[in-house]
């Protein structure tokens, strides 16, 4: 079956824009989870959906925000960019919840700032 | 709250050698442990994953991982490394529940000498 997909790849944006990424979970899948990997912080969760239901979050400002359509696709909104917004965004699915399953990782939008 | 630790930023061994990665973790009860393996410009892959049974666990591309309560500590280790498991490793602890959010380690970097 067809991996987890995240659309754009690459995004360059300028300080003050703001930008929308886009994960399709793998089919079946209901739980999609979000995260932001730089080099400093590692690997940081942002928020997990389940059944268009946001059930988690991370320790990030209102300017990151996502939502969850009915085929269990996602979409995050970072508004007014910052320069540390700068990160790889990584999408991941299972089956109901990322707390003891396997995670799918989509390959990640590379974001940059200037 | 559940935390990780990664006491090793990189290493490097010869291929062909054997390999012990360390992840050390901190929760509450008995956790859900994973390790997650990101070859460069992709997403993240579970390797394994440990709850309850074997202490020895089992995984793909030959790795295992043991689970030592009283150390908390999950090591993942492989017999022989092959050039093509050079990649970032990480270690993670989940929870009991699905909805609850998954914890990262910072990552160990693994780089094999032909």
Redesign the interface.
């Known amino acids: 079956k067809a991996g987890v997909t995240q659309t754009p790849r690459y995004l360059i944006k300028t300080r003050g824009q703001q930008v929308t990424l886009s994960c399709s979970p793998i089919s079946g899948h209901r739980s999609v989870s979000w995260y932001q990997q730089t080099p400093g912080q590692g690997l940081q969760f942002l928020f997990e959906y389940f059944s268009e239901t946001q059930r988690n979050k991370g320790n990030f400002p209102g300017r990151f925000s996502g939502r969850q359509f009915s085929n269990s696709r996602s979409e995050m909104n970072v508004s007014t960019l910052e320069l540390g917004d700068s990160a790889l965004y990584l999408c991941a699915s299972s089956l109901d919840g990322p707390g003891h399953n396997e995670q799918f990782f989509g390959p990640g939008t590379r974001l940059t700032v200037l | 709250a559940q935390s990780v630790t990664q006491p090793d930023i990189h290493i490097t061994v010869s291929e062909g050698a054997s390999l012990e990665l360390r992840c050390n973790y901190s929760y509450g009860a008995t956790p ?1 442990l ?1 390790w ?1 393996v990101q070859s460069p ?6 390797l394994l ?1 440990y ?1 309850s049974g074997d202490t020895l666990v089992q995984g793909i591309k030959g790795f295992e991982a043991e689970f030592k309560r009283s150390q908390s500590s999950f090591n993942l280790r492989k017999p022989s490394v092959h050039w093509s498991d050079a990649a970032e490793y ?1 270690c993670a602890v ?14 160990t970097s693994l780089s094999v000498i032909p």
Request: without cysteine.
């Open positions: 859900y994973f997650y410009g992709q997403g993240l892959q579970l994953k709850f990480f989940g929870a009991r529940t699905s909805y609850d959010k998954v914890i990262f380690g910072p990552g």
